[in-house]
């Protein structure tokens, strides 16, 4: 009887994502078919692989894409509450600019609001520089990763914010979108990218004074 292991001794992806899907179907129960759960699985890892360098812990990333895929999708339908607005962040490679508008929002607004990021393009990780500059300001994002625009984080979303990825993000009526005009930090020194933080911040200290009665806090 096959093990699910590979030569290795490890358990092969496949097996361990079947196993992601059997506990997602059981949190989601109710909410989401077992078989929309293990489509949206497999999905979430294959486009994962597709811009991975390491793939040692692509299938718990997957996991956790997939889970934050599902929750969208299951407020989408009006099955989970949303307490707080939903920002969705998107830019080209969701290396840039996205996470730093999505790590800024975080460390201003706490769990008055609740953010995702996504990319049209996904890259391979987050900017270096974007690390650093991130870091400068307080602001972790050691276990964020870049993760591609799909359907149903759009349409959970109560703002949507695009930044040089054009018409790439789905329109859904009812929803708030804005476009954010910023230079590419994959482009630019330690100083344009501070600078296009700076700029972030703004945009993002303006965004949450509408989103919320108390406004930014940090």
Not at 46 to 54: D, F, G, I, W, Y
Not at 203 to 212: I, P, Q, R, S, Y
């Amino acid at each position: 009887m096959s093990t699910g292991r590979g030569q290795d001794g490890l358990l092969a992806p496949e097996h361990v994502l079947h196993r992601a899907a059997e506990r997602l179907a059981h949190q989601f129960t109710g909410m989401v078919n077992a078989e929309t759960v293990e489509r949206v699985v497999f999905e979430s890892y294959t486009a994962l692989v597709r811009t991975a360098t390491v793939s040692t812990h692509l299938p718990s990333l997957a996991e956790k894409f997939s889970r934050d895929r599902l929750t969208a999708l299951a407020q989408s339908r009006g099955l989970i509450a949303k307490p707080v607005p939903e920002i969705l962040y998107v830019c080209v490679q969701n290396s840039g600019r996205s996470q730093m508008a999505a790590a800024i929002t975080r460390h201003l607004a706490g769990d008055r609001v609740h953010v995702r990021s996504a990319g049209s393009q996904p890259g391979a990780g987050i900017l270096p520089g974007v690390i650093e500059v991130l870091a400068e300001a307080g602001i972790e994002v050691n276990e964020e990763f870049p993760k591609p625009l799909t359907d149903d984080v759009v349409r959970a979303a109560d703002a949507v914010v695009t930044m040089g990825c054009g018409d790439a993000c789905p329109f859904y009526p009812g929803k708030r979108y804005l476009d954010w005009q910023l230079d590419d930090p994959a482009d630019l020194d330690l100083d344009g990218i501070r600078h296009v933080r700076d700029e972030i911040r703004r945009h993002v200290e303006d965004l949450l004074a509408e989103l919320t009665p108390a406004g930014p806090t940090a």
